[in-house]
């Protein structure tokens, strides 16, 4: 894997069974630290790893702990899927802070697409009439989309900026390019409308006379399948520690690279709390404090073994590991 900062350990039992993977993420942000608790997920990952070994003794089976960095750019878990890293998985899991304990749900596919027009440059005021406005191909490519954007599914999202917009109002840009990012609830729904967002560049470039290039500028990410019968385990080993309320999922219009390790094997992403009361937000400061204080850490100690036990489970109940197996069948017809 030509990934230099990932890691796999795993723990083999040398007896047939089931394969049990935990993923751990460790980014930390700009500016910010850990303001999105990836300190936490290291050490779930880990520390599952590690105690679910320890109850290995009379099972078969192995159990694998993932390092998968870089998921607050592009996700590492996109190469990782494609390279059929966790294939062999029968369930694979991680849990990710939040202000709530939230069962997994979904994420939206996600795809980033960069169009780079190229016009002719001239002076803008003495001979316009031999120019090719490449600004007017990315203003254009708004108009067509925000169009499009009143006859899309409610659940999806088109946004985007412009990076580049010329030099100086006196000179016909040459060079104008913008970057969109489109999210949808399906894989299936994400290939549609950016079918139909490329149509939108096509013919602004046509419209204006440009020439347009269209690419991919950050990894794709599929929609996030829950697996039911996975995350109903997890939930009941949950409150089997002491865990009481754990909410319904999240509502959520965002995009997480754990979505493309679901479309490989059965997977959760669920949520813990880092504050015992109130809401803090990702990314910022005071949540990077939340995220080192006892709360956070008793927090941790109690999906660690939620995971661990429901590694166990799995182990050593083949209907179980059977039904997770056949609903992980079922999405991927
Ligand atoms: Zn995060």
């Given at each position: 894997m030509d990934i230099p900062t990932a890691f796999r350990a795993e723990y083999d039992t040398g007896r047939p069974g089931a394969v049990i993977g935990f993923l751990s993420e460790y980014d930390a942000l700009p500016q910010v630290g850990h303001g999105c608790g990836h300190n936490l997920i290291g050490t779930i990952g880990v520390g599952s790893g590690v105690l679910l070994s320890k109850l290995m003794e009379h099972t078969g089976g192995k159990v694998i702990v993932f390092g998968c960095p870089a998921e607050e750019t592009s996700g590492a878990k996109v190469k990782m899927s494609e390279l059929g890293?966790?294939?062999?998985?029968d369930a694979a899991m991680m849990a990710h802070p939040e202000s709530k304990y939230y069962k997994s749900g979904v994420s939206l596919a996600m795809e980033a697409l960069r169009f780079k027009y190229f016009g002719k440059a001239t002076r803008a005021a003495t001979s316009p009439q031999d120019g090719i406005n490449a600004l007017e191909g990315v203003i254009q490519l708004f108009v067509n989309i925000n169009g499009l954007r009143q006859h899309i599914l409610p659940s999806a999202r088109i946004h985007g900026v412009i990076r580049n917009g010329g030099v100086a109002p006196n000179i016909v840009p040459d060079y104008a390019s913008a970057e969109f990012h489109i999210r949808a609830t399906s894989k299936e729904y994400l290939e549609e409308l950016s079918r139909k967002v490329r149509n939108c560049a096509q013919a602004s470039a046509l419209s204006t006379g440009t020439r347009v290039e269209i690419s991919n500028y950050e990894e794709s990410y599929c929609d996030l399948r829950t697996n039911q019968n996975l995350s109903a385990q997890v939930t009941e080993n949950l409150h089997l520690f002491g865990v009481e309320e754990i909410n319904e999922p999240r509502k959520s219009f965002g995009s997480i690279d754990m979505g493309n390790v679901s479309h490989r094997c059965p997977g959760i992403h669920p949520y813990f709390p880092v504050v015992d009361h109130g809401y803090v937000t990702a990314h910022s400061k005071d949540f990077a404090a939340a995220a080192v204080t006892d709360y956070a850490h008793e927090q941790m100690g109690l999906v660690i073994k939620s995971f661990a036990k429901t590694g166990y489970d799995i182990l050593t109940d083949q209907d179980l590991r059977s039904r997770i197996r056949q609903e992980f069948e079922c999405q991927n017809v």
């Open positions: 890293c966790f294939d062999e998985l």
